[in-house]
DNA sequence: CTCCTATTTTGTTATTTCGCCAACTAACGA
DNA sequence: TCGTTAGTTGGCGAAATAACAAAATAGGAG
């Protein structure tokens, strides 16, 4: 979960995740998006991908990416958790 | 809201958020809670005031934190952004 | 096999972040 | 006023991060 947040805290990767709503895209694609490197984005995908944000399937000489939409609901949970009421209703301790 | 991203990226802020769910406490109070010094707990404030996170009050000598509930809406609706639908519907240009 | 094209990996540099300690300010009580 | 307690600020070092260029890898096309 810390590296959802941690990938979620840069603004280039926020808008690679916005531009992936639209469907998949490349990592050519994505790149030709931003005034960056291909390398660069490259190391943004890897981060993207550690985190379960984003799912890759290889086709051909290419990578397609998509969006994880699981991971949505993992960190809407994790929101609740931060700001939701404290859970004094459940019986075991939530932090031993 | 780049700002509160980037507050929620740390796992020590993300505790103390989690912490002021069962209301509000002294600076003092949560800085007894980790294993840190109280500078460096109170940097911590610092950001998550700067990301309006929190909210405080001061109290004689003693600070009160407490959490804004209302930045909880707007990073829900953040997140809703990022892995909503795009707005396709809409009239205008999302990005001209 | 050889040459492109697409993408990732590696090495480097600059910037940011996190932690500590020490010094500082502010409010209170004796 | 003096001392104490609560909290913030500034400086510094270590580690993480984000960017680039250049090299390496992997798949087709010919």
Known sequence: MNEVFKA???PTRREILREL???ER???ELAELFPLTKSTLSGHFAVLKAADLVQTEKRGTTVLYRL???VFQDVLIGLLGLFGEPDTHL???SRP
């Open 8 to 10: 979620l805290a840069d």
């Open 21 to 23: 709503r639209g469907g």
């Open 26 to 28: 490349t990592a050519g």
């Open 68 to 70: 994880n939409t699981t």
């Open 91 to 93: 019986k075991g301790e």
